[in-house]
Each structure stands twice: as structure tokens, then as C-alpha cells.
């Protein structure tokens, strides 16, 4: 496996990520997307870092950024999850104001 098939692979990944988030209206889907889209990313530092320079820092540093990932998209999950229990509201379009 080389740089260009891994970052093959990312570009592919964050391009299908972003046809599902541009092109979805449900909530869901569209995080669904963006989550696409970070490990497109998430995978194009990894290939770099692995070809580049092949340090044991790196695998603790992309440890951490997956964390990260999976934390920030439980709380979008939580956040949909309360505005379709509350508003009934599964479609982007329905939850654009948040302030009521």
C-alpha cells in the first residue's frame, strides 16, 4: 500500500461525505456525513504521518482526535435525538431556530 492509494481512499471518503452532508435533509444523515468527512481527513494525517515519519507520538495523537471525534458526535446525536423527542423535528429545514 502506498501514499497515493491511501490518500485515494481519504479522498474518496470525504467525498462521499460530503454528497451525503450537502445533499440529505435529515439530521442524522447529514452527521452522518460530516463523521464521513473527519475520517477522510483522520485517515489522509494518518497516511502522512505513516509514510512521512513513522513515530510512536503519532498513533497517541490520532487516538485522541478519534475521541474526540466519537464524543462530539454523541452529542450531536444527543441533540437530534432531544429535537425529535421535543419538536417532532427529523429534518434540517425543521430544525434551523433553535432559540424557541
Same mark, same amino acid.
Given at each position: ?6 490518500? *485515494? ?5 470525504? +467525498? #462521499?461525505? *460530503?454528497?451525503?452532508?450537502? +445533499?440529505?435533509?435529515?439530521?442524522? @444523515?447529514?452527521? @452522518? &456525513?460530516?463523521?464521513? !468527512? *473527519?475520517? &477522510? #481527513? #483522520? ?14 507520538? &503519532?498513533?497517541? /495523537?490520532? /487516538? #485522541?482526535?478519534?475521541?474526540? @471525534?466519537?464524543?462530539? !458526535? ?8 432531544? /429535537? ?13 431556530? *433553535?432559540?424557541?
Amino acid at each position: 500500500m502506498t501514499l497515493q492509494t491511501v490518500l *485515494l481512499v481519504a479522498a474518496a471518503l470525504f +467525498s #462521499v461525505g *460530503l454528497y451525503g452532508a450537502i +445533499s440529505q435533509q435529515v439530521v442524522v @444523515m447529514v452527521m @452522518m &456525513g460530516l463523521e464521513l !468527512m *473527519l475520517n &477522510g #481527513v #483522520v485517515l489522509a494525517a494518518v497516511g502522512f504521518w505513516w509514510f512521512l515519519s513513522p513515530a510512536p507520538e &503519532g498513533q497517541v /495523537l490520532v /487516538l #485522541v482526535v478519534i475521541t474526540a @471525534m466519537t464524543v462530539e !458526535m454523541a452529542m450531536g446525536f444527543a441533540v437530534a435525538t432531544l /429535537l425529535h423527542r421535543s419538536r417532532n423535528a427529523d429534518m434540517t429545514d425543521m430544525a434551523a431556530d *433553535l432559540s424557541r
